[in-house]
């Protein structure tokens, strides 16, 4: 039985031992294999990680200097100036890419790719060397080209290398995932046969450790590829997006930026359509169209386009999307490769804003070289000169010059643009078919980084109408509309140049004449303001015909005309040319087909005896002109020193006549009036005195010209009414009856709009009847303008206040316009008073002015009734009444009592 048990453990240990040796002779055949499969493998793994490490970092090295050749280059662009610094960086990154490319162009399996995309980036070279020669000398061109030509180079030379990358890291991760499965494999299997070989255990056990390191040491290489592809993803400038299925998978750090997402988890769970705008900008279906173009990389390869995306934020943005597929452990994965050209488009919008206002301003331009050759021009240039683009590019502007600038005015400009880089100001050019017109030019010149001058730019306009408007506004500032003679600034303007040319030849004299029309506001009142235009036009022209070209005639306004003898030898020579202007004024002017005759009053002044500024030659030929005027008109008058003394008085005059009413200075005194034939007394004539207090009492004469052309006439007129209204009340109060108080009315007063307001507030503060005020004006004031004068007369007849015609027969009025007059009386001037015993003629029109004034219902009054003949003559008249001196003169209000206490003047009536 033991030997059983030893045989059969002898047995079971040679049978163990049979095992044993069976499988530690399989162990080490199975080993010896499996170790030089191990060897193989990782020699294969070696050589594929290695190829791919060392092409990943090629490309790496490739894009840095590709990607700061391409911002280098737009920088340049964008300053539209090449620096030599720049030109030296441009030439070192060409250098790097080009030896990059020769490393790269060595891989045997992709060495035709390489190829290509070295001759990319010599075309792409070359395109850009062309903008670097235009960008300093035509712009427009160099963007041109860089928009048609240069970024789309820019493109496929970036595409073609991101197309690249996919296919190395393919490689890369099918090697490390063979090596992965090999191992897995050998692991395995070793242990299986340790089990059946432990005497190779040890033996497997140092394989198994040592390929362990190695695998650990070739996991740790391929994670550290894994970093630096890693690292190149997310570094990129472009957004990276993978996707598989419909779904992102992965994207860089720049995508993350793009689309405004906080991380790649969140990103993760968005759609493609979330990243983009329902409607593309050319109204293409966002979603549809672009999966389209994801299904086409598929099947025909990378797909390239324009995309409108959308961040989330809501921000749409332009990019170039470059689609690439690829079929990675039985699933297609889908590389979007997204690159922001906002900044690229903002550019190509520029350009075209640019060319668009360049082609479409209304303003000429111009842009030159440094030498002043034409490079290019725009539309507006060949509307404004008649040139085409083609005629004039490399010519110099000074072909449009016309001529009428000096040599020294280009000298200037070029000096100013030398000085300040610009100049602008007005010039005259001729167009091309021959016609001179006026520009308004701006030059410009344009410099580099260093400040030397590359091109010159022109702007101009073509301001022939603007010079006509100019040319007519002028025309109004110095000439008169109506006469189009020189007004009073053009006159004064060469009165000025005629006296500074006569101060500098001693010796020399000029004369100044002041020409006013007679009667010329009786014309233009009684037919009207357009034959008073047509009387100032003719007579502008007759004056002109009356001086030498070489004198100045001019209108100085209203009817007043003013004219310069440039040279005269003595004052006779003005006197003839005045006397030369008056016999042109013996012929009747034609006004609205009614020959009308005007004359003139001419008063002269002559450098330098009468004054040595045009100020006082003026002033002394206006004092002349109304001496003139004097003597009624039709003469002329030379300036002589009493005149200004005359003029003096009269400033004076005047000066104390403002002050007069507020000093109280003013009185009144009171005329009589009586019936001639019984010797009642039927009124009194207010008559206004001044008592100066240098020249005492001085009568209406000595100043009221002076209160009519000034208008004081109108406050004064105002107080004599209220005063004579007043008295006339004192007195009915003190002595009851029924007499009249006659007070004048002056055309100025007469005329004036309150009126009717100062004759209601007299009488109604004085409490006299409105029937007891009589208002004396004459006929010429009445004449003036006939409706309004009757309409005002008829206001003031309905309160009552009666009229009487002052100075009656000597004016120019029409008897049948008394019938419309609401008068009450005719007071006969006494000029025909004066001789009515001897003059047979003067007593026949008293005689019908009292017969008409009877059949009229008028009373009558005499005025001037100095002797006792005449009175005695007007009582053969019925019912005519009378004052003068022989009636009684002007008293003050005492000696107005006195009169009217005694009743009739016994000396007159004895």
């Not at 009450?824 to 003067?842: E, G, N, Y």
Request: proline share 3%; net charge negative.
């Amino acid at each position: 039985m033991q030997r059983k048990c030893d045989m059969r453990k002898i047995i079971i240990s040679n049978l163990l031992l049979l095992m044993f040796l069976v499988g530690a002779a399989s162990g080490f055949f199975v080993s010896v294999t499996g170790w030089w499969g191990l060897q193989r493998g990782a020699q294969d793994f070696n050589r594929l990680h290695d190829s791919g490490s060392v092409q990943l970092k090629q490309m790496s090295d490739l894009e840095i200097p590709l990607r700061h050749s391409q911002a280098l280059f737009l920088e340049v662009l964008n300053k539209q100036s090449l620096s030599a610094t720049d030109k030296g960086a441009l030439v070192h990154s060409d250098s790097a890419v080009r030896h990059q490319l020769i490393k790269l162009a060595q891989d045997p399996q992709r060495s035709e790719q390489w190829i290509r995309i070295g001759e990319l980036h010599e075309r792409l070279a070359s395109s850009r060397e062309r903008i670097l020669r235009l960008i300093e000398k035509d712009a427009a061109e160099a963007y041109r080209i860089y928009a048609t030509e240069t970024a789309s180079l820019d493109k496929q030379l970036f595409d073609s290398l991101h197309q690249l990358m996919p296919q190395v890291l393919d490689a890369t991760q099918a090697a490390y995932e063979d090596g992965a499965a090999f191992n897995r494999n050998s692991r395995n299997l070793l242990l299986y046969m340790s089990l059946l070989a432990t005497v190779f255990f040890c033996l497997t056990a140092w394989l198994t450790y040592r390929e362990s390191l190695e695998r650990r040491r070739k996991s740790a290489q391929l994670d550290r590829e894994h970093t630096l592809f890693r690292t190149l993803f997310e570094s990129t400038s472009d957004g990276v997006i993978l996707q598989s299925q419909d779904r992102f998978i992965d994207c860089n750090q720049a995508a993350l930026k793009l689309f405004s997402v906080s991380g790649v988890q969140d990103f993760t769970r968005l759609k493609l359509e979330q990243l983009q705008p329902e409607v593309q900008p050319d109204n293409a279906q966002s979603g549809e169209t672009l999966c389209d173009k994801i299904q086409q990389s598929l099947s025909t390869g990378t797909q390239c386009c324009e995309w409108q995306f959308k961040s989330q934020d809501g921000k749409e943005f332009p990019a170039e999307v470059s689609i690439n597929a690829a079929r990675i452990a039985d699933r297609d994965i889908i590389q979007l490769t997204i690159r922001d050209i906002s900044g690229r488009k903002q550019i190509e919008r520029s350009i075209l804003l640019a060319n668009q206002a360049f082609e479409s301003s209304l303003e000429g331009m111009t842009i030159t070289d440094a030498d002043s050759n034409i490079l290019t021009v725009n539309s507006a240039f060949s509307t404004i000169t008649g040139y085409s683009r083609e005629e004039v590019i490399g010519r110099n502007p000074r072909m449009l010059s016309s001529g009428r600038q000096t040599r020294e005015f280009y000298d200037e400009m070029w000096q100013s643009i030398g000085n300040t880089g610009k100049w602008q100001g007005e010039i005259w050019n001729i167009r091309k078919n021959g016609d001179i017109y006026p520009q308004w030019l701006n030059i410009s010149s344009v410099t580099d980084e260093h400040g030397k001058v590359t091109n010159y730019v022109g702007v101009f306009s073509d301001i022939s109408e603007r010079k006509s408007t100019e040319e007519r506004i002028l025309y109004q500032v110095y000439y008169d509309q109506l006469t189009t003679l020189p007004n009073r600034v053009l006159f004064t303007d060469r009165l000025n140049q005629v006296m500074a040319s006569a101060k500098r030849r001693p010796g020399s004299r000029f004369a100044t004449m002041f020409i006013d029309l007679d009667r010329f506001k009786l014309i233009n009142d009684s037919m009207g303001h357009d034959a008073g235009d047509q009387l100032l036009q003719q007579v502008g022209h007759r004056l002109r015909g009356s001086i030498r070209d070489s004198d100045t005639v001019a209108r100085m306004g209203g009817d007043e005309f003013t004219i310069v003898l440039s040279e005269v030898k003595s004052p006779k020579d003005a006197c003839l040319v005045a006397q030369k202007i008056l016999d042109a004024f013996l012929a009747p002017f034609l006004l609205n087909g009614e020959e009308v005759y005007v004359s003139a009053s001419i008063g002269i002044s002559v450098y330098p005896d009468d004054g040595n500024t045009t100020a006082i030659l003026l002033k002394n030929a206006d004092m002349a002109m109304y001496r003139a005027k004097t003597t009624g008109g039709s003469w002329y008058e030379l300036y002589d020193e009493g005149l200004g003394t005359q003029a003096s008085l009269r400033l004076a005059m005047e000066t104390s006549l403002h002050k007069a009413l507020e000093r109280k200075e003013f009185e009144l005194q009171y005329q009589p009036q009586f019936d001639c034939g019984s010797g009642k007394l039927i009124g009194f004539e207010a008559l206004l005195r001044w008592r100066h207090p240098e020249r005492g009492l001085l009568p209406p004469d000595a100043f009221i010209n002076i209160a009519e052309e000034t208008g004081l006439i109108v406050p004064i007129g105002e107080w004599v009414l209220l005063q004579a209204c007043r008295q006339a009340q004192a007195w009915r109060k003190e002595f009851p009856g029924h007499w009249m108080m006659a007070v004048n009315l002056s055309a100025r007063q007469f005329q004036s709009p309150t009126l009717m307001q100062q004759v209601s507030t007299a009488l109604e503060q004085t409490g006299l009847p409105h029937f007891c005020l009589e208002l004396e004006i004459t006929e010429s004031v009445v004449m003036q303008n006939l409706s309004a004068s009757i309409a005002t007369m008829h206001e003031l007849a309905e309160l009552g206040v009666q009229f009487a015609i002052d100075d009656f027969g000597t004016g120019h009025s029409s008897l049948a316009y008394l019938k419309k007059l609401p008068i009450h009386a005719l007071k006969i001037d006494r000029s025909f008073i004066c001789d009515i015993v001897t003059d047979q003629d003067d007593a026949a029109i008293v005689s019908a002015i009292v017969a008409m004034s009877g059949k009229l219902g008028l009373r009558v009054v005499a005025e001037g009734i100095e002797n006792k003949e005449q009175l005695q003559a007007l009582k053969s008249f019925k019912g005519i009444a009378g004052q003068g001196y022989l009636l009684g003169r002007p008293v003050a209000a005492q000696g107005g009592t006195m009169i009217i206490a005694e009743g009739k003047p016994k000396s007159a009536f004895a």
